[in-house]
């Protein structure tokens, strides 16, 4: 199978271009952390995880500071349909890597373990933590506020009245266009703003605040439950692998 390999590297904060690739995109970060925009929605990408993009997608990537990581740009029809990031396993993750460093030296090589990784992202979860864009205009304005301010503390019923809709079909249509409901929403636009706050080197005590936790520690739980560390290990900076 052919394929493309580039390693990126930014010493500080990126805000690249709305763009879409003619092949599929598939991209690690082995530091720092990102927020993956396209129009199916927004994802944080910490270090660890891999982003699939199919092909001519239009997304955007933000860095939050300094990141490293591998892009494989390659057509693979039994990858998702729709942009996703993945929960990749140390296995998948070093495979990649491998793939860089073999590149075209050994081509039989290279689409042996390109096969394998491929056979290991077709069984990886994808991430839960994204912020779906719903396509009604009036359920547009209310998330893209939200977004913008994720403290608002206005309720269901502020919304529904603010939008002109009954509040048993705000629900009903908010769930059938994103998947989650206004609370689970909310919820992770919450903790998307806190990851990009941390990732700007904001304390953890200011990020909790900022989007409307009260409590540190139940900002702490919720965090962990979303990315699988505390807030104050979010996004380390070590050493890229890819990088010679």
Excluded at 77 to 98: C, N
Excluded at 116 to 138: C, G, I, K, N, Y
Aim: glycine fraction near 10%; charge should be positive; include cysteine.
């Amino acid at each position: 199978m052919p394929i493309e390999i580039r390693r990126f590297h930014h010493d500080g904060r990126f805000d690249g271009p709305i763009h879409a690739h003619e092949r599929g995109q598939l991209f690690a970060l082995h530091r720092g952390l990102a927020l993956i925009r396209s129009g199916a929605g927004d994802w944080i990408m910490p270090s660890g995880r891999l982003c699939w993009m199919p092909a001519g997608v239009p997304h955007g990537v933000l860095t939050l500071g300094p990141v490293a990581g591998l892009s494989l740009y390659l057509d693979a029809a039994d990858l998702p349909p729709r942009p996703a990031v993945l929960r990749a396993p140390a296995l998948a993750l070093s495979l990649l890597a491998r793939i860089g460093e073999v590149e075209g030296d050994d081509p039989g090589r290279r689409d042996r373990l390109l096969a394998v990784l491929l056979d290991e992202l077709r069984a990886t979860p994808e991430e839960s933590l994204r912020l779906p864009t719903p396509r009604d205009p009036r359920l547009c304005r209310m998330t893209a506020a939200l977004a913008a301010d994720p403290a608002d503390p206005r309720r269901l019923d502020d919304w529904a009245a603010a939008l002109g809709l009954p509040k048993r079909t705000l629900v009903r249509r908010f769930k059938a266009e994103t998947g989650l409901s206004f609370v689970q929403w909310r919820h992770h636009a919450r903790l998307i703003r806190a990851a990009a706050l941390l990732g700007d080197g904001v304390s953890v005590t200011e990020a909790a605040l900022a989007v409307g936790y009260d409590s540190v520690s139940a900002f702490i739980t919720r965090f962990r439950a979303g990315f699988g560390v505390t807030p104050g290990r979010f996004a380390p900076i070590g050493p890229d692998p890819c990088r010679k």
